[in-house]
T-cell receptor, first 114, second 118 residues
């Protein structure tokens, strides 16, 4: 099925461990995004990639890095996980940059840092 | 300052009744889009409805309609004839097109959790 695929769906990390969240889309979208969702705070943008080869910080980038590997793939890396990074992470993509373009979301990754 | 405000953390409605979920937004741009997403307990984000700032008619998609009041900067979601499957978290979001430049992203409100009672 066409869409945005995120892996893994669930992950438990110990404080200080590292991991990479993978995201791939097969809709030929130019723009991709990583958000985190925390109770009472909605979704907050971590990083985005307007097009292949570019990445930029969003609202809450500290503690994260990203790689836009190619047009399809956009990964999020936690170098040294902290309990404050316990959250649900969503990858999304968008066909265009106009204000009329919404996002297609992946199914999310529930990350717990202990 | 909050760009998107959803003042109702939780709402409940009886099955088959209509319910309105509130959303107000803050922007100085003339061009923007407003979106509503549904997040059921399974966790995925499902697009429901879109309203552009230049659209003169309120958007409708099946049982969903968007009550767009531009002067008041509100974009309330109306769900008619509620069903048990409508129980979920609902997010209002906005995407701007700033003439001053900068990349426009989707900005989300905190969400409203709707419970539909039989």
């Amino acid at each position: 099925n066409a869409g945005v695929t995120q892996t893994p769906k669930f992950q438990v990390l110990k404080t200080g461990q590292s991991m990479t969240l993978q995201c791939a889309q097969d809709m030929n979208h130019n723009s991709m995004y990583w958000y985190r969702q925390d109770p009472g705070m909605g979704l907050r943008l971590i990083y985005y990639s307007a097009s292949e080869g570019t990445t930029d910080k969003g609202e809450v980038p500290n503690g994260y890095n990203v790689s836009r590997l190619n047009k399809r793939e956009f990964s999020l890396r936690l170098e040294s996980a902290a309990p404050s990074q316990t959250s649900v992470y969503f990858c999304a993509s968008s066909e265009g940059q106009g204000f009329g373009y919404g996002y297609t979301f992946g199914s999310g990754t529930r990350l717990t840092v202990v | 300052a909050q760009k998107i405000t959803q003042t109702q953390p939780g709402m409940f409605v009886q099955e088959k009744e209509a319910v309105t979920l509130d959303c107000t937004y803050d922007t100085s741009d003339q061009s923007y889009g407003l979106f509503w997403y549904k997040q059921p307990s399974s966790g995925e984000m499902i697009f429901l409805i879109y309203q552009g700032s230049y659209d003169e008619q309120n958007a409708t998609e099946g049982r969903y309609s968007l009550n767009f009041q531009k002067a008041r900067k509100s974009a309330n979601l109306v769900i008619s004839a509620s069903q048990l499957g409508d129980s979920a978290m609902y997010f209002c979001a906005m995407r701007e097109f700033p003439f001053s430049g900068g990349y426009n992203k989707l900005i989300f409100g905190a969400g409203t959790r709707l419970a539909v009672h039989p």
